[in-house]
Nanobody
Framework: QVQLVESGGGLVQAGGSLRLSCAPSGRTFSSYGMGWFRRVPGKEREFVAAINWSGDSTDYADSVKGRFTISRGSAKNTVYLQMNYLKPEDTAVYYC????????????????WGQGTQVTVSS
């Protein structure tokens, strides 16, 4: 069974940092574009960041530009989201996703999704 497994979520104070990881099981995603999304209860899931298969092209939501960084591990199979200067409004469940063709801001681009990891930022 193909899975994406997120880790690294938790509780942090405003202004702090967290690093999320997304690792696959069941197959390799080194040739896939990858993305991070988040969902606040009662709201639609929203785009956070995306990276292409080689790691040399990234895209970010305006709300996280300059604070979050998406990257891939050396084997290109693990994806990270470094989150700095966290704000209470960043509180959400964060999901990683894999796109066979290309990554981007649209959920429809993605073929596989993880179960999510909770990030809570206290004020």
């Amino acid at each position: 069974q193909v899975q994406l497994v997120e880790s690294g979520g938790g509780l942090v104070q405003a202004g702090g940092s967290l690093r999320l990881s997304c690792a696959p099981s069941g197959r390799t995603f080194s040739s896939y574009g990858m993305g991070w999304f988040r969902r606040v209860p009662g709201k639609e899931r929203e785009f956070v960041a995306a990276i292409n298969w080689s790691g040399d092209s990234t895209d970010y939501a305006d709300s996280v530009k300059g604070r979050f960084t998406i990257s891939r591990g050396s084997a290109k199979n693990t994806v990270y989201l470094q989150m700095n200067y966290l704000k209470p409004e960043d509180t959400a469940v964060y999901y990683c996703a894999a796109a066979k063709i290309r990554a981007g801001a649209q959920e429809g681009l993605y073929d596989y999704w993880g179960q999510g990891t909770q990030v809570t930022v206290s004020s």
